[in-house]
């Protein structure tokens, strides 16, 4: 695959909850080693639309493509989706009862059938990755928020996934915390992982995106490059909420 090649396809996306209207017809291309972050108020359908994405919430119409594989309506295949679209969430969503190396190599022995050693390995790599190397036998409630959501980051990493999806990593942790996950993401950005990125910190989404897409009330309003999207918006309620933010 070259970095031209559209590697995720997401065609006119619907998720209503009850009356609600969460999602309105969302559609966007990503290419290989692309970084696209969502940025728009609360409440827009940005997370559940990473959610739709991977399936953990299944959209009313609509699809999803996946190297011209569609990820939608996949049924028992989309545990295989799901290995190659990582997910990294607000809340961690890390195995308390594990250690941090347990917390990598579980998904690569039981989804993956890697043997222990093996497993072990690839676990210690990527916690070296994060730099979480001397945190590897320590479990969750030892970690700081900035180190939990760095060792998420190393578990999603570790299943050598082609997309990864964060859900506002960084939305409960405190600014220097946040510093030190937004930097592991920016070398991700560096080394060419293909990258879906709901925050809020808009310094992070200028200096690294390749693209900008603003939603609001469930559909894309805006979309461009990042000095477009900061000096020229299209659409006054760009230019309103991105006038909520200061540079970091």
């Known amino acids: 695959m070259t970095d031209s090649e559209i590697i995720l396809r997401v065609e006119d996306i619907h998720k209503c909850y009850g009356e609600t209207e969460v999602l309105n017809g969302v559609s966007f291309n990503v290419r290989c080693g692309e970084t696209k972050v969502f940025i728009g108020p609360s409440g827009t359908g940005k997370s559940t639309l990473l959610r739709c994405i991977n399936q953990l919430t299944v959209p009313d119409s609509g699809s999803i493509w996946l190297n011209d594989e569609e990820v939608t309506h996949s049924g028992p295949l989309i545990n295989q989706f799901r290995q190659k679209i990582g997910m990294v969430f607000q809340n961690f969503n890390l195995f308390d009862h594990l250690t941090a190396v347990g917390n990598v190599e579980i ?33 969750p409630a030892e970690l700081s928020g900035g180190q939990a959501q760095r060792l998420s980051i ?22 220097e915390l946040t ?10 950005a560096r080394a060419g992982m293909t990258m879906l990125v709901v925050t809020h910190e808009m310094g992070f989404a200028l200096s690294v995106a390749n693209e ?20 020229s918006p299209a659409f006054a309620r760009t230019r309103q909420f991105l006038g909520t933010f200061h540079d970091d």
């Open 179 to 188: 510093r030190e996950v937004l930097e592991v993401m920016r070398r991700l």
């Open 212 to 231: 900008i897409l603003f939603m609001e009330h469930g559909k894309i309003v805006e979309q461009g490059s990042p000095s477009d999207i900061q000096t």
């Open 107 to 139: 998904a690569l022995i039981r989804v993956k059938g890697m043997n222990k050693a093996d497993a072990r390995k690839k676990a210690l790599l990527e916690l070296s990755q994060v730099g979480l190397l001397d945190k590897a036998n320590a479990y």
């Open 154 to 175: 190393a578990r999603a990493l570790a299943m050598d996934p082609e997309v990864i999806l964060f859900d506002e990593p960084t939305s409960s942790l405190d600014p």
